[in-house]
C-alpha cells in the first residue's frame, strides 16, 4: 500500500476535536452508525453460520475460529463512537458504500466535507495499493 | 480445588523419561491417542454447528468464538504427544471416560500403573474440589 503525499493545499476542516456536533447531528450520526454497525454483524453472522454448517474437519473449525475473531477485532477497530473518530468510521463506511452521503443527510457541511475527504484519501489508497 | 498432599507411599514407577516404549506398545499410543482425540474434535465441531445455527445476536457470536478459543487450547494442552507426557494424556482420557484400559491393552504394566496413578490423581482432586 502506498501512502499518497501530503497535498499541497492547506487543510481547511477544523482540527480533531474541534469539530462541534448539535444534538439533531448526533441523532442522525448515531442512526447510522448503529445501522451500519448491525448490517455488518448481521453479515458476519450470517456469514459463520453458512461456514459452520459446512465443516467437515477441524482445521476448518479453527479457521473460522481465527477468522471470527479477525473480524471482531477488525469491527472494533472500525466502529469507535467518539466525536473526533466519527470522519473516519463514516468516511470508511462512505468508501466501503455501506453509507451513503443520502444517510448523512442533514449532517451540516463541515462534517461531510471531512467524511468525503477521508473517504477520498481510502479510494486513493485503495488505486495507490 | 484442592491439591491432595503427596502420599507418603514411594512412587514406584519410572521416572519422566525413563519409561521405554516399544514398538508395539507405540502403535497402540498412537492409535488411543488419534481415536481419542479425534472423538474429541468431532463433539467440538458438531457442538459449534448446532451452536452456530442458533445464533440470533453478535454477543451469541462472540461467545461461540471464545468457546472455541478456549477448547483449542485446551485440547492443545491436552493431547500433547510426547513419551514422557503419555502417562498424564492417557491418565486424563482415562478418567474422562473418553478411554477404557480396554484400548490401552497391550501397553506393558509398567505404563498401565503409572495412568491408572495418574486417573486415579484427577479422580481425587474431583472429589476434594
Request: net charge neutral; glycine share 4%.
Amino acid at each position: 500500500m502506498t501512502i499518497p503525499a501530503p497535498s499541497a493545499a492547506p487543510v481547511s476542516y477544523p482540527k480533531e476535536g474541534e469539530m462541534r456536533w448539535s444534538k439533531s447531528e448526533r441523532a442522525i450520526a448515531r442512526k447510522s452508525f448503529d445501522r451500519a454497525l448491525n448490517q455488518e454483524l448481521q453479515e458476519v453472522i450470517q456469514q459463520a453460520k453458512k461456514t459452520a454448517a459446512e465443516i467437515k474437519q477441524a482445521s476448518e473449525l479453527w479457521e473460522l475460529e481465527h477468522h471470527l475473531t479477525q473480524r471482531r477485532k477488525e469491527i472494533d477497530r472500525k466502529y469507535e463512537y467518539r466525536g473526533s473518530r466519527l470522519r473516519y468510521v463514516f468516511g470508511s463506511l462512505l468508501h466501503e458504500g455501506r453509507l451513503t452521503e443520502h444517510d448523512l443527510r442533514g449532517l451540516h457541511e463541515d462534517k461531510l466535507e471531512a467524511i468525503r475527504s477521508y473517504a477520498d484519501f481510502l479510494a486513493k489508497v485503495d488505486v495507490d495499493a
